[in-house]
Each structure stands twice: as structure tokens, then as C-alpha cells.
């Protein structure tokens, strides 16, 4: 059975996601993703409560995706602050999930080294994400 793709999001359709959650509680089934920040997925967590809801991927392109990140107030890649930047990396290679029970919104992507992958995830704060052009 082949899994149809996934939609494209817009920033409107991610802050949409990420502003219908229900964060008055503490989420027992996502609660170890909860960072402001990119984390390294924790190793043993159970993804079956994460709901692919869409990505932020251009496959509509056969152009090369840029590795410049976005960083107009002197945040980093690791910054909990940082902008959710759409067009740039690491934004451009992710998916967004969602949690089934509360519905908070997560970003993930595959960074690939030399001999290793790491699947990072993030928690999408509406406040931080840009439009595609930033």
C-alpha cells in the first residue's frame, strides 16, 4: 500500500496547526517532545501518537534546497528562539506531525552526516514562524 504525499504547508497553515493545540495540560503521549528548540528525537519514544499532517518541502521543484539558515536576530540552529523560517534549512527538509491526543504541532527532518542520521524534532511556537520569503 503506497502512502498518498503529503500536502504542502504555507506559514498561515503552520501557525493554524500550532495555535489549535491544546497546551493547558501537560500531554502524556508527546511530553518528551515538548522543546522550544530542535532536540534529537528521544531514543525509545513511541511515534505512534505523532499524525502526519503535512510538509514544508518543495516537491514541486527539481532546484538544489538551500543549507542557509535564517538568523536576523543573532539566533542560532540550536536556538530555542530562533525564526521557523520556511524556506531555509532545516524548515525546507521537514514534515510537520502532530500529536493525536493534544494536538501540538512538530516540525522533523533527517540531518545526515558521514556515518551517522540523527531525526531531530521540534515543537512549531506560532510566534516564530516566516513566511516562505523571510
Not at 7 to 22: F, K, N, V
Not at 108 to 131: A, N
Request: aromatic residues 8%.
Amino acid at each position: 500500500m503506497t502512502t498518498p504525499p503529503l500536502s504542502r504547508l504555507q506559514a498561515d497553515d503552520l501557525i493554524a496547526l500550532a495555535r489549535g493545540a491544546d497546551t493547558s495540560r501537560p500531554c502524556p503521549d508527546c511530553s518528551p517532545l515538548h522543546s522550544a528548540g530542535w532536540e534529537s528525537m528521544p531514543s525509545g519514544f513511541d511515534r505512534r501518537p505523532l499524525v502526519p499532517v503535512g510538509t514544508l518541502r518543495d516537491e514541486t521543484t527539481d532546484d538544489e534546497l538551500t543549507l542557509q539558515e535564517y538568523h536576523p536576530g543573532g539566533t542560532h540552529g540550536w536556538s530555542p528562539d530562533a525564526p521557523i523560517a520556511l524556506a531555509y534549512h532545516p524548515y525546507n527538509r521537514c514534515d510537520v506531525w502532530q500529536c493525536a491526543s493534544c494536538r501540538r504541532a512538530y516540525l522533523r527532518y533527517t540531518e545526515y552526516g558521514g556515518y551517522y542520521q540523527d531525526e531531530r524534532v521540534r515543537q512549531v511556537d506560532p510566534d516564530l514562524v516566516v513566511g516562505a520569503g523571510a
